[in-house]
């Protein structure tokens, strides 16, 4: 599997492949953070000719659900979306940390090796909780049973990091296993499936996918038996610049992905329904059998200490240099949103308060 670097050009970005070593990984999100200093991508509001449009990356989980449902029923007043596509889940990350894009839902661990190398950017909100889940192939119903064995994933990820937390509650470690890194959601799936792979971390709905189409394949981990209840996977960030420059705008997003949370809650299969196959590669029956398992939770200030407990996981995997503290979040536009939209607020099932 090769990994991607974004190479500042005069005629766009090019993409240039490098392999997936820890260093070459680091390398990467310094030279991205040192490319952030060319400032953000949005459109000035006094220049653009109607909504403010902002350049987004995301994932591919349902943990993005609430981020789809903006863009695909327009809920974010006076602000468009323009998702860039990216040619793997590294590029999510990358592209944000280069300063391509404005905005990104993206896994909080991502979120953290590019701030940790520099890039000006905050967590403002949450997108969706749980959803990371453990499977193995037939026969392997433990995690000593995973002695040895091959561990599919992806770098950097919070996809790699329970894993790591559940090997470790076992009293064991990744030296234990055979780790395999992989570029896409589809691609770890079918790896799975296929079984090159003895067991993977993958996020709903892939998770799910892979359950039903392996014959004797189990879950191992949900997360929520290392974890606990409603622990964090995805978040909104933004670029410092951006929430510096247009505050409301990050406040009409926000309220938006509120909205988009409630529609959710309210109606998951025609949420599933407006995503799955433009965003989800799996099927809709899989994708609606799975939207329950990671729910959209755009009020993550309670699991702000659980994020910052993962920074050591990331520190001893050399993915960042310094442990991050809580001036990496800013959840002032959130709690400005929810004191002006009570009525919004009141009705999401999911939240801290």
Not at 43 to 49: D, H, T, Y
Not at 114 to 122: E, F, S
Not at 297 to 309: E, H, P, T
Not at 319 to 343: A, T
Request: charged share 20%; with cysteine.
């Amino acid at each position: 599997m090769f990994r991607k670097f974004v190479q500042q050009d005069p005629n766009g970005y090019a993409l240039t492949e490098l392999g997936s070593t820890r260093r070459e990984f680091l390398m990467r999100g310094a030279c991205l953070a040192g490319a952030s200093a060319l400032g953000g991508a949005y459109l000035p509001q006094a220049m653009a000719a109607g909504p403010l449009t902002l350049k987004a990356t995301h994932g591919t989980g349902l943990c993005n659900c609430p981020f789809f449902l903006v863009k695909e029923r327009n809920l974010a007043q006076g602000v468009a979306l323009d998702f860039v596509t990216t040619p793997s889940n590294a590029d999510i990350a990358a592209l944000f940390g280069a300063g391509v894009v404005d905005v990104s839902v993206v896994p909080y661990t991502n979120f953290m090796t590019l701030y940790d190398a520099g890039a000006p950017i905050k967590i403002v909100a949450g997108s969706g909780v749980q959803g990371c889940v453990i499977v193995a192939q037939a026969g392997i119903t433990s995690a000593a049973q995973l002695r040895g064995k091959t561990i599919g994933t992806f770098q950097a990820d919070t996809l790699e990091m329970l894993p790591y937390d559940y090997l470790k509650k076992a009293g064991m470690s990744f030296a234990d296993v055979k780790v395999r890194y992989f570029g896409t959601s589809p691609e770890l799936a079918q790896a799975f499936i296929a079984g090159n792979v003895d067991a993977m971390c993958h996020i709903e709905p892939y998770a799910t996918q892979a359950l039903k189409a392996r014959p004797g394949s189990v879950q191992l981990s949900n997360g929520v038996d290392v974890y606990g209840a409603n622990y964090s996977d995805c978040v909104l960030a933004v670029r410092s610049k951006l929430l510096k420059e247009n505050r409301d705008a990050v406040k009409a997003l926000i309220k938006a992905m509120m909205v988009a949370q409630h529609q959710e809650e309210l109606d998951r299969a025609s949420a599933v329904k407006d995503t799955v196959g433009k965003y989800f590669k799996t099927s809709y029956d899989a994708t609606l059998d799975a939207a329950a398992k990671q729910p959209a939770m755009v009020d993550q200030r309670s699991n702000q200490n659980f994020i910052l407990q993962r920074a050591q996981n990331l520190k001893d995997l050399r993915y960042i240099k310094r442990l991050p503290g809580p001036d990496m979040f800013d959840w002032g536009p959130l709690n400005e949103v929810i004191k002006e939209n009570n009525d919004v607020y009141g009705q999401l099932k999911l939240k801290s308060a």
